[in-house]
């Protein structure tokens, strides 16, 4: 069955410095979708990255980078030059294979990012 | 501007109550979705439509029932038969048009039963 492991309940990391969150993954797909969302404390989810499973180069979105590593089954978020405004819960997930599943996502249990002046 | 609206923001009801959560979309994205979520937990998957007059269930579908009679709108009912229904109730859809089926959530509803 497939499974996301985010192993840091929290974080702490100082303004302007990067910070990696940690996402292990477990599926027996070739084709999958692996993403990152944040979650500000107002609760709604934003959608911050996407990597696909045959996608040699990482993900990049402005600050936000995913290390995807396929034979480790590990997708890291880093975010560069961290802001107070990055303070949240981050949520990595994974998509399985399209087609019947469609767009279904399986959800970590979150890492809470603080991001100390 | 699209997006996903879900009301109310909060919500209570007395135990033994049926009580509906809206969702409507104007991205004109096939699929939406159902989550929930608990304190200090990741989301679960309540039930999903990938086109109008079609659903699945998630993986915690029961206490709850869904319908999807508009491409725009996919309500949620929460019934008496869930045992525990006090949560944080999100509601997503995503398009096949990007590839990724990235999802997009709404602000959700905190529904609180006593």
């Known amino acids: 069955a497939q499974k996301i492991t985010q192993t840091q309940p929290g974080m702490f990391v100082q303004e302007k410095e990067a910070v990696t969150l940690d996402c292990t993954y477990d599926t027996s797909d070739q084709s999958y979708g692996l993403f990152w969302y944040k979650q500000p404390s107002s609760g709604e989810m934003i959608f911050l990255i996407y990597q696909g499973s045959y996608d040699e180069q990482n993900a990049t979105e402005g600050r936000y980078s995913l290390n995807f590593q396929k034979a480790r089954k590990s997708a890291n978020l880093v975010i560069s030059a961290s802001q107070l405004g990055d303070s949240a819960m981050y949520f990595c997930a994974m998509r399985e294979a399209s087609g019947a599943q469609g767009g279904k996502l399986i959800f970590g249990q979150g890492t809470e990012l603080s991001v100390k002046p | 501007d699209g997006g996903i609206t879900q009301s109310p923001k909060y919500l209570f009801r007395k135990e033994g109550q049926n009580v509906t959560l809206s969702c409507e979309q104007n991205l004109n994205h096939d699929a939406m979705y159902w989550y929930r979520q608990d304190p200090g937990q990741g989301l679960r998957l309540i039930y999903y439509s990938q086109i109008v007059n079609d659903f699945q269930k998630g993986d915690i579908a029961e206490g709850y029932s869904v319908s999807r009679e508009k491409k725009e709108s996919f309500p949620l009912t929460v019934t008496s038969a869930q045992k525990n229904p006090t949560a944080f109730y999100l509601c997503?859809?995503?398009?096949?048009?990007?590839?990724?089926?990235?999802?997009?959530f709404g602000p959700g509803t905190r529904l609180t039963v006593t």
């Open positions: 997503a859809s995503s398009t096949a048009v990007t590839g990724s089926y990235e999802q997009y």
